[in-house]
């Protein structure tokens, strides 16, 4: 029997980019879908667009609620989805047509918890600007400790909610983190250890869209440590794992890039990021999953910390002209 997939979509004053990603959903090949809209409050037109849109598919759960941020309203499409598989998509973005049904399909033939696809990143007028890099050419199907040993990096999963499916059971006792931003990192690195089995396929079949107003490239605030509490509770619970602390000192150093780029600087932060370098860089070293140019930064970094603010600033005076 075909499974029910429910597609959750978070929305909040995007009344730009909603009908597109409406459109995306309402195209998908795959048809045995609930779509579960939760307006998070909105103050522009994005409602009108939703009652609208619901009116017009009966496959559509149109729900109103008080402003609660996205995991708010995450948590809420959770409750009212009753589907086998839940998706996420965030509402400024878009799918291609043959996302839900391919990663249907891996579901199925891998038997996975999770299936995900690569994507790619578009600009506010939804061209493509690059599609993710990634280190393979077809399906591959990790165990639990596999895709969390790779999780972190930069050129596999991800900690993303929205390139994925998963299996509704995953949710019983997993929810988002609600009043933090970054809330992504943590709760799918609890749903992979979860998990048995996770598969990826390299098709891009997710646009994310990078604008200015989104969330995350906000300025720099209290709130931006958000990410640092993440990535501590991973680090916590892999102490003996030099894999995942590597991919750790990753998201570390963007967080320092943040903190270069809006001349912050805390020293803490930055002593507890030459702790992790120092126990796992001969394992960034020889890591196949980094990029040399990343490899540089991170040892950069560990070793001259003022020489690396001058190179990245410098950088960012580029890429502006």
């Known amino acids: 029997m075909e499974r029910k997939v429910s597609l959750i979509l978070p929305v909040y004053n995007v009344e730009k980019y909603l009908p597109q990603c409406l459109d995306s959903i309402q195209k998908q090949s795959y048809k045995n879908m609930e779509i579960i809209i939760v307006n998070d409050g909105s103050t522009d037109g994005s409602g009108q667009i939703c009652e609208t849109f619901s009116k017009r598919d009966t496959r559509v759960k149109y729900i109103q ?64 600007i690059y ?18 040993d790779v999780l972190f990096y930069e050129t596999f999963f991800q900690c993303y909610a929205w390139n994925k499916m998963y299996k509704r059971e995953l949710f019983t006792d997993i929810k988002y983190p ?4 970054y809330e992504d990192i943590v709760t799918t690195y609890r749903l992979f250890r979860s998990s048995e ?20 490239q906000k300025q720099f605030k209290p709130k931006s440590y958000d990410l640092i509490d993440s990535i501590n509770e991973v680090i916590e619970q892999n102490q003996d794992n030099r894999a995942v602390l590597a991919g750790c000192a990753i998201y570390y150093l963007y967080f320092i890039d943040e903190m270069i780029k809006h001349n912050v600087w805390d020293k803490d932060v930055y002593h507890k990021y030459q702790a992790i370098v120092k126990k796992t860089k001969n394992d960034i070293y020889r890591c196949t999953n980094i990029a040399c ?11 001259n910390p003022g020489l690396y603010k001058q190179m990245y600033k410098g950088m960012i005076r580029l890429l502006k002209k």
């Open 293 to 303: 140019s990343r490899k540089i930064q991170l040892i950069l970094c560990y070793l």
């Open 65 to 128: 609620k008080k402003n609660g941020g996205l995991s708010s309203a995450r948590n809420v499409g959770l409750k009212y989805a009753v589907g086998d598989y839940i998706v996420f998509v965030d509402s400024d973005d878009f799918i291609r047509s043959g996302m839900i049904s391919s990663l249907v399909e891996v579901m199925e033939c891998s038997h996975a918890d999770i299936a995900c696809c690569n994507y790619e990143v578009c600009n506010e007028q939804s061209g493509v």
């Open 197 to 216: 089995m996770i598969a990826f396929i390299p098709d891009s079949l997710y646009c994310y869209r990078r604008r200015e107003g989104s969330i995350t």
């Open 178 to 181: 609600e009043g933090r931003l």
């Open 131 to 148: 599609s993710h890099k990634i280190n393979i050419k077809s399906m591959q199907v990790f165990t639990r400790q596999q895709a969390i």
